[in-house]
């Protein structure tokens, strides 16, 4: 906030005043309640000293599939405000949409979580919670297992092959390949690829920067699934694919073991560096 405490990004909700100052407002509520409109986390603002920087938001995570098996994490949560003399705000949670044939199998995690503010006798503001929808087209009966944070949206709706090595960092330029390998401890940074018309397996890092579309079963295996961070455009309200929100669709399965992760935490609208309000 611009004064002294940092205030909390908005998303959800408001995000919490810096309780030190009268200046250190939460970024205000936007988005919609259904995910109708993909919205990202707001960043915290800064405090009145620039090492306490506010959280980044949480970016936006939009996944189409025929089933979910999640034993990992699918996260887009907010980050902490830093802690100084005066304390930076936390960002807001992000935004999670899945689109579902059946129902969620597995123990893992989805959260769309707020990051705090900074901590001590001039405490930054808490940012909003995010917020999360899971649509099951085919399935029967809604069920959902493992752990989310913040609670769904409800009601739910029912109704050429190529292998990265170890430790290599690859950037594609084809449009399309059948199949995906990706080895523990590499990175593939995709800049092109649209289309992987058979199976996916990923043991490394898979960082999409536009919407992809897998033709089959995509199985994270101690893997990472994410999207490139928010970044200053002529419309800095708007995310867009590859911008802070991470979109992709599989014809098949998807499934995540207990180290592996679909996240764009921190990757949502930036925390201020200096006495400013949270964002929203």
């Known amino acids: 906030g611009a004064g002294n405490c940092g205030g909390g990004g908005g998303h959800t909700t408001a995000g919490s005043a810096g ?3 009268s200046w250190g407002l939460g970024g205000a509520a936007n988005g919609t309640v259904d995910l109708s409109i993909l919205t990202i986390g707001g960043g915290g603002g800064g405090a009145y000293n620039a090492p306490s920087l506010g959280g980044s938001g949480g970016g936006a995570i939009s996944i189409a599939a025929g089933n979910l098996a999640n034993s990992g994490t699918i996260t887009s949560d907010g980050v902490n405000g830093a802690t100084d003399q005066y304390s930076g705000g936390g960002g807001a949670g992000g935004a999670i949409y899945l689109k579902l044939n059946n129902n ?14 900074g901590t001590g006798s001039n405490a930054g503001g808490n940012g909003s919670e995010g917020r999360i929808r899971i649509e099951m087209t085919n399935a029967t009966t809604a069920t959902l297992t493992g752990a989310y944070n913040p609670r769904p949206y409800a009601p739910f ?9 170890a430790n290599d960092i690859a950037i594609y330029s084809a449009t399309s390949i059948t199949s995906l390998s990706i080895s523990a401890n590499s990175t593939i940074n995709n800049i092109s690829l649209t289309t992987v018309t058979s199976t996916t397996a990923i043991a490394g890092t898979l960082v999409l920067n536009q919407d992809l579309s897998f033709g089959n079963n995509v199985t994270l295996t101690g893997g990472t699934l994410t999207g490139t961070a928010w970044t200053w455009t002529a419309n800095p309200s708007t995310p867009a694919i590859g911008n802070g929100f991470l979109q992709f669709t599989v014809n098949g399965a998807l499934s995540l073991d207990a180290g592996s992760q679909i996240t764009m935490a921190g990757k949502g609208f930036t925390g201020g560096a200096v006495q400013f309000q949270g964002y929203s």
């Open 19 to 21: 309780p030190c100052g």
């Open 104 to 117: 969620v199998t597995g123990n893992g995690t989805v959260s769309a979580a707020k990051g705090l503010g």
């Open 157 to 165: 709706v029912n109704g050429p092959a190529v292998s990265v090595g």
